[in-house]
């Protein structure tokens, strides 16, 4: 039997974008909670939600922002391995090619 995991985020008062003094310029909130829930997929025996806090970018990743949040989510529910210690150094410096930080 297959397994569908399904990632909420909870992205009330997350930031994309700040200013040079730290202050937020463009907030990260793109769909609320409720939006991401949807009964009919939601209440099958086979999903399993895990709600996640964290913005929009966080999760999907952009240029200079590694999606780490959503790695861990799959790593912890089994999706993706963990990443072995002696192999962590050459998956960090993937990723900063991959999304330039």
Avoid: N, W
Avoid at 10 to 20: A, P, V, Y
Avoid at 48 to 71: F, N, Y
Wanted: glycine fraction near 6%; proline fraction near 6%.
């Amino acid at each position: 039997m297959r397994r569908h995991l399904k990632v909420v985020t909870d992205e009330r008062g997350t930031c994309r974008r700040r200013d040079d003094a730290g202050e937020c310029i463009e907030d990260d909130f793109i769909f609320s909670v409720d939006e991401q829930r949807y009964p009919l997929v939601t209440q099958t025996p086979r999903t399993t939600d895990v709600e996640v806090p964290a913005g929009h970018v966080e999760i999907v990743g952009e240029s200079g922002v590694t999606p780490q949040k959503l790695i861990d989510v799959f790593q912890r529910e089994g999706i993706v391995r963990a990443t072995p210690p002696e192999r962590l150094s050459a998956f960090q410096a993937l990723l900063v090619q991959l999304y330039g930080q």
